[in-house]
Every structure is written in C-alpha cells, then in structure tokens.
T-cell receptor, first 114, second 114 residues
Framework: KAGVTQTPRYLIKTRGQQVTLSCSPISGHRSVSWYQQTPGQGLQFLFEYFSETQRNKGNFPGRFSGRQFSNSRSEMNVSTLELGDSALYLC?????????????FGQGTRLTVV | DQQVKQNSPSLSVQEGRISILNCDYTNSMFDYFLWYKKYPAEGPTFLISISSIKDKNEDGRFTVFLNKSAKHLSLHIVPSQPGDSAVYFCAASGMTGTASKLTFGTGTRLQVTL
C-alpha cells in the first residue's frame, strides 16, 4: 500500500513569489492535515481538510491556504513568500481524522525562500 | 505559547540501557497523547499513544506513562538500540479537536551509542 506522497521534495523560491505544494494521501484516507516544521518550533498545525472542506485551522496568516480535491489529494499554497516561510512542510493523512486514529506523514517538502 | 514542551533537546544513552524521554503540557483539554519518531529526510512515524483514561500503555520495548495531575508524560525505551537514534516528538490532541489537529513539542534528539 503506497504511503503519503508529497511533491516536490525540495523547492527554492524568491521572496514575494507564491508556491503550491501537493500531497497525495494513502488510498482510502479522507483526512489530510498540513504542518510546518522549523528549527526550534517543532511541528505547527496549519490546517486540515476532510471531504474537500477545511475542518480545522491553525494560527497562520491568510497567505497560507489549501484545498482538497474529490480524490482526497490536497494542495497547499503560500502567497507573497517571506524568508521566514522557509521550512519543512509535512502532510499527514488519516482515515477520518477522529481521535484514536493514527496519522501517517509524508516525507515533506523542504521550501527555501531566498 | 508552547502548549507541549520537551525541555531536553537531546539525550545520549548507551545501547542496552533505558532511554527516558519527557514531555510536559499546559492545556488541560488535551486528553490524547502520541509519540512520533523522525529520521532525517523522512516524515514522522507514529510510535505509541495513550488516552487520558490510562496511566500506562506498553508496546514491545516502548512504554508511555501519563501523569495527568502533573500534566507530564514520558516515553521509556528498554532496551535502547542504535536504530532508535532519531528525533522523538510528543504530540497531544483534545476532545474539542480531532486527531488530525495535533499540537507537537519541539522534539528530543536521542542518540544511542554502542
């Protein structure tokens, strides 16, 4: 069974540009969450999508947005990139996102903003 | 504010000995806790979890202890093996959220030496 796939693995962008990251969850999983990992901050929750609807949202500015398609694949978009957006962006999928269910992570997309 | 804290950024343990990783939380609404392990260039992998109705959960070499009154949990690895060398993240969720909205600590890097 294929795991969570994130593309691209690495990305370099310039300040002010926008970027789109992609996440394909495990087949049959309907919940997709996004996290940002920076040194010293751990993983910080961005948002969660379930059945094409944003169900939960973290404390990030509106420049960070996402969407989910009918096949559960999700994209995350960051507009007007800032140097501080450089981070590892991780996507996690789970069957339903309910408590006591396990979330499986992808390998992440390493975004560098220069 | 950091609602889940891992105050030890790193830990070194000899092979065969016990590794104890600690985690403290401040939000009393958290009632489900998880540990994830992360190798470089890979996404976090689920290790073990515990619900607040329990004070201990064991899975092979891994045991998680929860002290609700102290808002503290710990992960014990016995015996430690070189392959356990990784960054360990403690995570929490609450009844008002879902398992897809996890609050993570900043991680503890465990090094198991020969």
């Amino acid at each position: 069974k294929a795991g969570v796939t994130q593309t691209p693995r690495y990305l370099i962008k310039t300040r002010g540009q926008q970027v789109t990251l992609s996440c394909s969850p495990i087949s049959g999983h309907r919940s997709v969450s996004w996290y940002q990992q920076t040194p010293g901050q751990g993983l910080q929750f961005l948002f969660e999508y379930f059945s094409e609807t944003q169900r939960n949202k973290g404390n990030f500015p509106g420049r960070f947005s996402g969407r989910q398609f009918s096949n559960s694949r999700s994209e995350m978009n960051v507009s007007t990139l800032e140097l501080g957006d450089s981070a590892l962006y991780l996507c996690a999928s789970s069957l339903s996102g309910q408590l006591n269910t396990e979330a499986f992570f992808g390998q992440g997309t390493r975004l560098t903003v220069v | 504010d950091q609602q889940v804290k891992q105050n030890s950024p790193s830990l070194s343990v000899q092979e065969g000995r016990i590794s104890i990783l600690n985690c403290d939380y401040t939000n009393s609404m958290f009632d489900y806790f998880l540990w994830y392990k992360k190798y470089p260039a890979e996404g976090p992998t689920f290790l073990i979890s515990i619900s607040s109705i329990k004070d201990k959960n064991e899975d092979g070499r891994f045991t998680v202890f929860l002290n609700k009154s102290a808002k503290h949990l710990s992960l014990h690895i016995v015996p430690s093996q070189p392959g356990d060398s990784a960054v360990y993240f403690c995570a929490a969720s609450g009844m008002t959220g879902t398992a897809s909205k996890l609050t993570f600590g900043t991680g503890t890097r465990l090094q198991v030496t020969l």
